[in-house]
Each structure stands twice: as structure tokens, then as C-alpha cells.
């Protein structure tokens, strides 16, 4: 077990540190316009953040003790299909969903959960 006093510290510590990371955008920069070079590279930014932390969730699930689900996989590839055909980030985490409950429910029904 940790320490009281140390584990306060420690979140005092990363809440200082997220919002100096913040502040270094928001506060410093401001109302500055941004080089043309830097707004291209922030656009890929939230590309190469979610699948990484997508990925962990759906192939090493903890809810599974890290064994591959056919239902995850499944929701997973239907998220990528409904995102990359319709360019809404929205219907696919909604079809994803849709699939993932709906596998859960077919693994139920047939005994394989």
C-alpha cells in the first residue's frame, strides 16, 4: 500500500504537470495564428492516438484475461468499416457498439461465454 501523504503528492504532481502541458497551448499560444506545418500535423493526432488506445482493449481485453473475443473483433472491424465508409466518428462507435452487445448476446445464447 502507498503512503497517504506520498500518493497526494503524486496527484498534486500530475495535475500540475496536465495543466502546464494544456497551458502551454491554451495560454502561451493563445490567439496566435499556428504555422501551416504544425495545423497539419495536429490534424493527425487523434489518427494515431485512438487506435492505440483502441487496440489493447480489443485484442487483450481484461475483461477476458487477455484472450482474444470473436465479439470485440468483430465490433472492432465493423467501427473501422462504418467510420471509413460513412466519415462519422459517431456512427462508428454506434455500429461498433451495436455489434460488440450483439456478439455478447449470440456468445450467451449459445453457450461459448
Known amino acids: ?6 500518493l497526494w503528492i503524486v496527484i498534486v504532481a500530475l495535475g500540475i504537470g496536465t495543466f502546464l502541458i494544456r497551458f502551454s497551448f491554451l495560454g502561451l499560444i493563445g490567439e496566435r495564428k499556428m504555422p501551416d506545418w504544425v495545423l ?6 487523434p489518427v494515431a492516438l485512438l487506435p492505440g488506445l483502441v487496440a489493447p482493449l480489443v ?16 465490433a472492432a472491424l465493423v ?13 462508428a462507435m454506434l455500429a461498433g457498439a451495436v455489434v460488440l ?5 449470440l ?7
Open 59 to 74: 485484442l487483450w481485453p481484461a475483461a477476458t484475461e487477455g484472450e482474444t473475443d470473436p465479439a470485440r473483433l468483430a
Open 1 to 6: 500500500m502507498i503512503d497517504h501523504g506520498v
Open 107 to 113: 456468445e450467451g445464447l449459445a453457450g461459448w461465454g
Open 40 to 45: 497539419r500535423h495536429l490534424r493527425y493526432t
Open 79 to 91: 467501427a473501422l468499416l462504418a467510420g471509413y465508409i460513412g466519415r462519422s466518428a459517431i456512427w
Open 101 to 105: 452487445y450483439a456478439g455478447h448476446w
